[in-house]
């Protein structure tokens, strides 16, 4: 590296001209970047769609008896959905529809209702961890069912299924 002190008075224009296209240069590419995060934040919400699934699995696995119940398992992938669910709304940024991803438009036409059923699967979902802590199957069953519901609510009006 160059001491800027060892530099003439006339080259130190030049020098700092260079810097300073550096600069631009690292700003762009981090323009870039933000544009792949568009596919990025894509990728995000449907490892997290994903991850609610394998929850929601679980949990139907045990209420039909295919798995053994324990209720801290349903309480802890009622929990994991719930925070899926704080995150929906900032998963879904206006423009980030189309290409590989099943988002209809009517998310951004119509965010309001979408938001109120996200917020709908977080109150549903810690529902069923409170109720997984008393033990009551039937209830634990029905509040399943809930949570269940508003997965369907919200693929039905916002999701259109490519695969
Ligand atoms: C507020 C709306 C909303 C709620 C509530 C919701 N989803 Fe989704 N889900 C979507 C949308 C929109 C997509 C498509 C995302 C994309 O492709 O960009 C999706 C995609 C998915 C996918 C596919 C993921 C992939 O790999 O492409 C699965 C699985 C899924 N959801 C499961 C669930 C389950 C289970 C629940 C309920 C516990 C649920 N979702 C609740 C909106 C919702």
């Keep these: 590296m160059i001491g800027v002190q060892s530099l003439t008075m006339a080259k130190r224009p030049f020098f ?3 810097i300073f296209s550096g600069f631009l240069l690292l700003l762009a590419g981090n323009i870039a ?3 792949m995060g568009a596919a990025g934040v894509v990728k995000q919400r449907m490892d997290a769609m994903s991850d609610i699934g394998k929850a929601m699995k679980e949990i139907g696995a045990m209420l039909r008896g295919r798995l053994s119940f324990d209720s801290n398992r349903v309480a802890a992938n009622a ?7 704080r995150a929906i709304p900032s998963l879904f940024p206006a423009g980030s529809g189309g290409g ?5 438009n009517s998310i951004w036409t119509d965010r309001a209702a979408f938001d109120w059923i996200a917020r709908d699967l977080v109150s549903n979902a ?19 069912k809930a949570v269940a519901a508003t997965c369907k609510d919200c693929h039905r009006t916002f999701r259109a299924k490519k695969r």
């Design 79 to 85: 929990q994991n959905i719930a925070a899926h669910g």
């Design 33 to 35: 970047v933000a544009h």
């Design 16 to 18: 700092f001209a260079a």
């Design 126 to 144: 810690e529902a069923l961890a409170v109720t997984a802590a008393t033990g009551d199957r039937a209830a634990v069953d029905a509040r399943y």
């Design 100 to 104: 590989v991803s099943e988002a209809k």
